[in-house]
């Protein structure tokens, strides 16, 4: 079958004044006009599908190097630290309930 057969010539303007009125309904209340409904289809087919390249960007400025170490206050760690033996049954009890 011929894709030329399938509309009846006859039927053409009917076609096109529904295609009409169910455009207007889109349009209702959108503050869209047709020509700028028309010109964003336009716009849509005429895009290409490809992302523009990418400009250089533009130079930063690096912030002054930061030490590696920070010196502490109180000076160089210690020994172990002394940790309360409530805390300690309280994490493995929470550890043991996971």
Do not use: C
């Not at 920070?70 to 210690?78: L, Q």
């Amino acid at each position: 079958m011929l894709v030329e057969s399938w509309l009846n010539p006859d039927a053409v303007p009917d076609f096109a004044a529904h295609a009409t009125a169910m455009i207007d309904a889109a349009l209702t209340g959108s503050g869209l006009t047709r020509e700028s409904y028309w010109a964003a289809v336009r716009k849509g087919y005429n895009t290409p599908y490809n992302d523009p390249p990418r400009k250089e960007a533009a130079p930063t400025r690096h912030a002054p190097a930061q030490p590696n170490a920070i010196t502490s206050p109180a000076g160089p760690p210690g020994g172990p630290i002394a940790v309360p033996a409530g805390v300690i049954a309280s994490l493995a009890a929470e550890a043991r309930a996971l």
